[in-house]
């Protein structure tokens, strides 16, 4: 039987993928009930990127160690870049930075904390690789700092450049992408042996034939994007509708949306106490975007979007990412787990799901 | 012998309740000389707090451990919640919330330092429970957050509408009381292993049969409240007198005043070579203020006082109580102590002092 | 042979010597051509510093340890404190903080991050004592905050007067001088067994006789002294000329001039794997700048300044040396490295330089 169909058939999240042809349809028929369309691309993306998880991890798994490593560690996040570029494309530079902030915050605080729940729930004391753990923590620290600088400049000195900023933007992007590969180079070739267990993929996920993983991730990849152009188009409007603040729906929606798949993979890793699992794919994926999605989105906007991004975010979404990836340094330093530490990362993210839900809707 | 007079009779401390009728007298005979009806009553709620925190370990003894455990982290710092509730009903909220912060703050260097020194002096290099430590600091970050978000938000936005930093605050503190309510459970119940040394209750000291300890807490109670009223009546009209800003007075010296009795079980256990029981009960109680009192009073607010309270601290205030939690945190990672760490510890502690005495009065 | 002479031959760095009379020269032919002496100052004062930090260990060494310590512990930033008084009684103050805050960044990130990496192109893996580097954290935390607490006063609460941080600023530097001295009582007298390999000097540089090292540290002090005032008369106009921001000149020019000579020591001990010593010297270095130059630079102000100087920083300056003692915390935290660790710690240098070297020239 083709895998893909195999897969699709034992794992209930790819039967969403029904709403990928729903969120078509309905787009034709009733182009101005923005809230249907939000709802419909919201269920069609879910298994989308769950597909295009599995095929690049099965490029990966066929390409050697090496190569594999790169492979998905560049389109791991495949489905944020894709769904942000469409939002660059549309000039909606808010909610890029929005999701940028959200997907940092969304994967170090709720992937990680949910994990460390799930996982206590079942298991007393689960212990994991504290040196890949913090590996991955000591790049997020980096990446908020480059990140927090533009806004902590302007704000602190009243520098009303923006060339300043743009400048600054373009450099610290560049510096990012640079860590980013000699990051890699680290803990894929000189000091691989450090980082154990945490590397191996999901157990009882058997990797699809290579024609087949390179078809489903260009064809994913194309109906992801036309997804996200509804998505991001409808996305306001809704947003409107539920009375929700753009902040929230940048933050929390679109990041929760944009995760699903690696949510599953880390849930259930840390159910079967595999914690090295769960921890590297919540702070692996939150450094990833960190480090390589967001300053490959500021390059490209200089090619595609109306004018180009710069790095400065909101200041409240600074503070919120500087408090998670201070969170994550704090937490993954002992290497061990219970569920209250669990709790106390979910209650953190709680706190800022909270505050933007409240905030008025005109602040963002 | 009256087990309530051999204390009195042994422990120098309780003395002092010579002052609790002293003060109930100068407030009758002369209800304006502020700075004496100041210095009265703080000398009279010292022993009135050490004879609560008796009387609740008392009972917490006899009722066994788990409801014991929830009886003295409920009631530890009744004689705090009390003077709040005081000056809650008065309207004086700025008082409130300086004595929230400042006994963060001052629990966790001032009690936290003189601890690791007092100890350090006698005692080379002493240890202590990582794990328990790490568990208070990770409910008092939590706490921390919580107190910053409001004033981050409302700074770094500009965003005016008390309505959403009403509505916040609420919603937080409900959040603070349930990661109170899950850290008991996990502490007391499902981890309690991990807690060991730092939980048993002051050598020596033999609790009080169950019928003394309940008259007691009720009666020092209203004891407490009594005195409160002029302490809280009399304090702004003496820092005056004294030229001590508000600020300080809120900070340090109602801080101190409501710390006392814990301060001398904390530094008792230290010079014994007990460090497990020091920290456990300068960080236990921080943690207790920020998670238990402090929401409780925002909750309360709503019944007894003029208008509701809110949790937006003043920005120095959020940024003293960030910087205790920090040191907190990086002090008790390792486990060990000597007496420099203790002078570090206090430094910091006098720093934030010597700043709040030295603050031009107006500013809050 | 003179083992004056002797060093200058085998040491390459002592050969900039020449600079030194041609700095002078230049300065009474060409006084006007500011590019040029800030060039040979600076090339000028490098082997100076070196100089004077092998004289300073030469007297450290007979004089025994304590006494050794002390000296050491004093002196060892000699440079940056005469370069520092020089500016100080030209009375730019701009310039003196600037020094300040970029030295204490400098040994924090470059020198520590350099370290790391040509030690870890060298080694695989690199242990040190990590008893040592939490001191010296610990100590550079403290320090940091006090640096911090004025400016965040006068942020937070629009505190306009002028008074509260000049009072506040004196009481911090005393209290910091009585923290280095207690800490040194610490390292060097109560706790000593503890700081193990990090304290022994630099091996292969032999002590010089008593009477050579003191003529030359009087010497050499006059000499710094002297190109100091035509390195500070330049300075600004250079930076101008080349486009430099003074932040930019002020933060890494001078930093990076100012510890040229102990970086030199701090990277030979990294290649040849005492990793001890040089984290040492890094962190040690930048905690006697926190807590004793720039406040006895404070302090002496009173008497040389125009007018008193106080602690209130630029707050872009805060942030970053906040950063930079994080950093060294967290990445000390361990007592292991690898060559990464080193790129990381270097990237959040880079980070710092490239926003100050972009940052408009009138903003400082």
Known sequence: MNPLLKEIRHNPLLWLLVFVPAVFAAHKLKPESHTLLFALSVFAIVPLAALLSHATESVAAKTGDAVGGLLN??????????????????????????????????????????????????????????????????????????????????????????????????????LLIVGYGLGMLFSLKTHREEFGSAKHGEAGEEPWPMGLALATLAGVTVLVALVSEIFVESVQKAAEAFGMSQAFVGFIVVALVGGAAEMASAFSGARKNRLDLSVGIALGSASQIALFVAPVLVLVSYFIGPTPMDLQFWPGAVVMMLIATLTASLVTNSGRSAWFIGVLVLMVYLIFAMTLYLLPPKVQ
């Open 73 to 174: 560690a560049t389109l791991g996040n495949l489905t944020e870049l894709v769904i942000a570029l469409t939002a660059l494309r549309a000039g909606q530079y808010m909610l890029v930075k929005a999701s940028i902030a959200g997907a940092i915050v969304t994967n170090t605080l709720f992937m990680l904390g949910a994990s460390f729940l799930l996982g206590g729930l079942k298991h007393h004391v689960q212990e994991y690789n504290r040196v890949s753990a913090r590996f991955q923590a000591g790049l997020l620290f980096l990446a908020t700092i480059a990140l927090l600088i533009p806004s902590a400049m302007s704000q602190a000195d009243a520098v009303p450049a923006a060339a300043f900023t743009q400048k600054l933007s373009v450099g610290l992007s560049v």
